[in-house]
């Protein structure tokens, strides 16, 4: 259901780059020194807005929007295939906290966002109490969603012998937040009556529902996102992207 929430850590990583001449960091990044909370949150929030358009010359896709091209989803009972998907809204992006322990290898963020998902959509099957067989255009905002990632980090060196920064493995939570609203059309082919009967119980009873099929949505984009992360940790060297000397490993 949100795209591609992972991106926060490549800003937090980010954030730490020196813009000397000749390195690779873009001219929004403020550099911090130290890992203290405050500069980290103050600089991830400073690169969001600009980082989330993607950095072609290093390989990183745009983050904002995000694209889902296809996405089979099978759940007990229905199966749902988002099509042309597209992600908005990750560049206005809260961050409520950064944590980073370079000697632990780990790096926790917190972030709220306001989400909107727009595509089409098929559905064949049953959803809670409703048969469905519907397809058509779909528009889900999701309000105050809340996702807070631990990051286990490690490093690692290239060809050339410089350190980089690697992913060993992530854990996530992710709160919908205060509330998601569907416009779905076409629910049931042919009974506009019956789809917007529907609908509205979806609405009324988003809560259950998003829960009931949102979770594959999530890990997909937290799985595309952490491969992002890798193409951009893979890109630039660890001295480009931390004015803390690195931790003996």
Wanted: proline share 6%.
């Amino acid at each position: 259901m949100c795209e591609r929430y992972g991106f926060y850590f490549v800003v937090v990583a980010v954030s730490f780059v020196s813009v000397c001449s000749g390195r690779l960091a873009p001219d929004f990044i403020h550099p911090c020194n130290n890992t203290e909370s405050s500069c980290l949150v103050q600089a991830t929030q400073d690169a969001i807005p600009e980082f989330s358009k993607g950095l072609p010359h290093l390989g990183v896709p745009a983050l904002d929007p995000f694209i889902i091209e296809e996405l089979p989803i099978q759940l007990p009972g229905v199966k749902v295939t988002f099509i042309d998907g597209k992600v908005t809204g990750l560049r206005k992006c809260q961050v409520l906290n950064v944590e980073a322990y370079l000697e632990r290898n780990i790096f926790i963020l917190e972030i709220r966002c306001n989400i909107t998902i727009k595509g089409k959509y098929t559905a064949v099957g049953r959803l809670l109490l409703f048969p469905i067989n519907g397809e058509g255009d779909s528009k889900i905002k999701i309000v105050n969603s809340i996702i807070k990632l631990n990051i286990k980090t490690k490093y690692f060196k290239d060809a050339e012998g410089r350190d980089h920064f690697g992913i060993k493995n992530y854990r996530y939570s992710f709160d919908y937040g205060d509330r998601v609203h569907y416009t779905i059309n076409n629910l049931f082919k042919g009974n506009p009556e019956l789809s917007n009967t529907v609908l509205q119980f979806l609405n009324e009873n988003w809560k259950i529902v998003t829960e009931e099929f949102g979770q594959p949505v999530v890990d997909y984009a937290m799985n595309v996102t952490i491969e992002t992360a890798k193409k951009f940790f893979d890109a630039v060297p660890y001295d480009e992207l931390l004015e803390v000397p690195i931790p003996k490993y």
